[in-house]
């Protein structure tokens, strides 16, 4: 429930951001009320984006059976691994000038072609996009849907992320004097990482008990390198949180050291790459 608060919170906030500054952006217009219903009809197109796709991945997880859904599900997992670390460097690198490049296309758009299509492209996109992603991320949840309380409980930590990421968003757009977009973004960049490490983890979990099982593999692959579950369980409420965001096991294998490190060096050489750039932050995206 708890990953997926963060998730539902964090994609959101970020589609809220380009919806805000469209809306900004035609607030003081004189053809804006026209341009605000082109703005809604963008945002119900990209619900409409991200349901069909949760229902083509439900839909694709069903038919496939044994060995081929097992092959399918380790693919998403580690699909959605990926696309939250390039998430978390685009956002590092393009959130300097999204403000300015999302307006600028906009005037362009309409001395051009003289209608409100950009904005329509613009806001679907934003948050078919985020939503696409929120049910990449949650993709592991979803599998672990089997009834109706467990429906019921992962639609009410959707809800709560959603009205979470509302609050948020107002104490963001007051300027920084309740929370700091530059700290917001940074704190939720680290802990989006660490999701991606968890996603990545439970499809090699995924990966060894299952393609790899018959496999003859070195004993330290299945050793126990330590033991916390006396202090704390991964079975426990806040073990499991803990697990599901931040890749932690009470238990851990030789084979989870082995991933998680080479998940680890692998997004700290492509961060102190990345790091030659001097491009700010997303936090400038509302400040410019």
């Known amino acids: 429930m708890g990953q997926t608060i963060f998730v539902v919170c964090r994609e959101s906030i970020e589609a809220l951001l380009v ?41 694709v997880t069903d038919l496939l059976g ?18 939250i670390v390039q998430m978390v460097m685009w956002m590092r690198v393009h959130g300097r000038t999204l403000k ?6 906009l005037e362009k758009s309409l001395q051009d072609e003289k209608n409100w299509w950009g904005v329509f492209f613009l806001s679907m996109i934003a948050v078919g996009r985020e939503g696409s992603e929120t049910v ?46 530059k700290w917001f973004f940074r704190v939720t960049e680290i802990m989006l990482l660490f999701l991606g ?4 983890l439970t499809a090699s979990e995924k990966l060894l008990s299952g393609p790899l099982a018959a496999t003859d593999l070195p004993s330290w692959v299945y050793s126990t ?48 790459w990345q790091s030659r750039d001097k491009s700010a932050p997303i936090a400038r995206a509302i400040t410019e």
């Open 100 to 105: 300015k490049e999302i307006e600028s296309g």
């Open 225 to 272: 390198m330590w033991n916390m579950t006396s202090v704390l369980s991964d079975g426990s409420i806040l073990g499991n949180l803990l697990a599901s965001l931040f890749a932690y096991r009470s238990q851990p294998i030789g084979w989870d050291l082995a991933v998680l490190g080479t998940y680890w060096i692998t997004v700290l050489l492509i961060l102190k």
């Open 19 to 59: 919806i805000g500054i469209l809306y900004a952006w035609m607030d003081g217009r004189e053809d804006a009320k026209i341009g605000k219903k082109w703005l809604f009809a963008g945002i119900l197109a990209g619900f409409g984006l991200a349901t069909l796709l949760t229902l083509t991945l439900i839909g």
């Open 197 to 200: 490490a968890s996603l990545l």
């Open 136 to 181: 990449m991320f949650l993709y592991g949840s979803l599998l672990q849907l089997d009834s109706i309380a467990s429906y019921m409980s992962f639609f009410m930590a959707v809800a709560i992320g959603l009205a979470l990421a509302m609050v948020l968003f107002y104490l963001l757009k007051l300027g920084g004097r309740v929370i700091s977009w």
């Open 66 to 83: 044994g060995e081929g859904r097992t092959w399918f599900e380790i693919g998403m997992l580690a699909f959605a691994s990926a696309l």
